[in-house]
């Protein structure tokens, strides 16, 4: 296999970049050209801004000094993520045409890193479900396989990056928004603590439930973008001071030092509401986790959380108020898929009552899953329940049933947002038949330095990054 620009590290392009070994403009032409050869049959991308990028690629050298974080380097923005004179679809029938003034706080701070956007990431609708499969564009397909989806609602960015159509990209978790297509695309993906981002701290959420997150295919590239998501901005609410300082975490991903104490768990808070069982795959990724970490000094104890049936119906309540706000009255309905017309319809159902005691009860059980927690570095699970499903698997006739697929896909995911602690996946194992299968880790409030430094460990000894799909 020939040589080419994609096969380096964002960081190693990044130093290319600097060295003037590369232009920004010869790397945005490298990926545009990928693009438009490579994603018609993935559906990485709705929207390719391919004239703006190669002007912003021009211009970086006389606008930007070239030591800014990330200079040079293309990603694309999810498509729930306003870009000021580019279309916002929100992945629905419902936003067709429009197209913001404004750009959102996450663009302007990845913008002031350096970065070249070459356009917007696939979505699902209004960011809800976990798979990314519209009525507005193709679906996001795994580039292991293309007939299984890419998970969500990160999709779209997750699909570029393991396909070598970006170094790396931003997403936003809400649920497990970045965790999961990270996994099922066989990437490192991270939900930061609750705070630590100040462009999306989710304090301004509805439970503080979504941030954003990088999604890399190594542990260093992933600590990069995340260190410049932080960077930027100023913003009430955040953790940075005193424990970050610029380039903390990607010198905690490089270094990988530290023996630590962590837990193993197989249970997970939806136990009680829907059957939950572990795929063989799952399982396998798992022990091949706790096999290498306890091979290298680790101390790890097998744990479960304490039950609490009421998990399920809180989290189910806070999941429909969220969609309650999305601007769609009378015959607008008909425009929304038939999931999100239901979360619609049935959060606005929801009364203030109900929905104050969901909050309450959500904010007990943070509380107790910190305490549960304490005596661990970091806490493992499977990153997923089952291997990557099958595009059209999910029920779109019956919402019922359609949510509680999507939990038995994806169990291990939700509390960590709910406990707003810090979350990230590692491709750790790849199947017979190829797909890649991954754990997460689960760290303490603003633990991401730790998570990163396990992570770093692990990818030394199993060599991940030098796994790719078809399409490399």
């Not at 990603?75 to 916002?88: C, E, Q, S, Y």
């Not at 295919?217 to 990069?224: I, S």
């Not at 973008?225 to 001071?241: E, H, I, K, S």
Request: proline letters at 7%; glycine letters at 10%; one cysteine or more.
């Amino acid at each position: 296999m020939a040589f080419e620009l994609h096969h380096l590290t964002a960081h190693e392009q990044w130093d290319w970049l600097q060295r003037g070994k590369i232009t920004p403009l010869e790397l945005t032409d490298h990926y545009l050209s990928r693009i438009e050869r490579l994603d018609p049959k993935l559906g990485a991308f709705v929207t390719v801004t391919a004239d703006a990028a190669r002007a912003r690629a021009t211009d970086l050298a006389t606008i930007m000094p070239k030591a800014a974080a990330l200079w040079g380097l293309p990603i694309g923005d999810k498509d729930l993520t306003n870009r000021a004179g580019v279309p916002t679809g929100y992945g629905s029938r419902l936003m067709t045409g429009f197209v913001p003034e404004e750009s959102d706080d996450l663009v302007t701070v990845l913008d002031d890193a350096g970065v070249v956007s070459l356009g917007k990431t696939n979505a699902p609708e209004f960011g809800l479900p976990s798979y990314t499969e519209t009525l507005v564009a193709p679906p996001a397909r795994t580039p292991w396989d293309t007939s299984l989806g890419a998970g969500g609602s990160s999709g779209g960015a997750a699909v570029a990056v393991a396909a070598g159509l970006l170094p790396f990209a931003p997403g936003s978790d809400g649920g497990g928004s970045v965790r999961i297509p990270a996994a099922a695309c066989g990437l490192v993906g991270i939900k930061p603590s609750r705070g630590l981002v100040p462009s999306g701290s989710g304090v301004d959420k509805l439970a503080g439930l979504v941030v954003p997150g990088p999604l890399a295919r190594t542990v260093a590239d992933a600590a990069m973008m995340l260190d410049a998501m932080v960077a930027g901005g100023d913003y009430p609410f955040t953790l940075r001071a005193p424990r970050w300082d610029g380039g903390a975490l990607l010198n905690a991903a490089v270094r990988g030092e530290g023996r630590f104490q962590l837990g193993m768990m197989t249970t997970s808070p939806w136990d009680d509401a829907y059957d939950i069982e572990i795929s063989e795959e799952a399982s396998a990724a798992l022990a091949l986790a706790v096999s290498e970490l306890d091979a290298i000094g680790h101390g790890i104890e097998e744990m479960a959380l304490e039950p609490d049936a009421s998990y399920g119906p809180n989290f189910r309540t806070i999941w429909q108020a969220s969609a309650a706000g999305i601007p769609a009255e009378g015959e607008d309905l008909a425009k929304l898929e038939p999931l999100t017309r239901w979360l619609v319809e049935h959060g606005r159902e929801i009364s203030a009552l109900e929905l104050m005691r969901a909050l309450a009860a959500l904010s007990l059980f943070e509380r107790s899953v910190i305490r549960q927690f304490s005596r661990f570095d970091a806490v493992m699970t499977p990153s997923l329940a089952m291997t990557p499903r099958p595009i059209g698997w999910y029920d779109n006739t019956d919402a019922e049933r359609n949510f509680e697929q999507q939990v038995q896909y994806t169990p291990f995911t939700s509390f960590a947002n709910v406990s707003g602690l810090p979350a990230v996946t590692l491709p750790v194992y790849q199947t017979d038949g190829g797909l890649p299968m991954g754990v997460q880790l689960i760290g303490r409030p603003g633990g991401e330095a730790t998570l990163l430094a396990i992570g770093a460990q692990l990818e030394r000894r199993l060599q991940w990054q030098r796994r790719h799909p078809p399409q490399w």
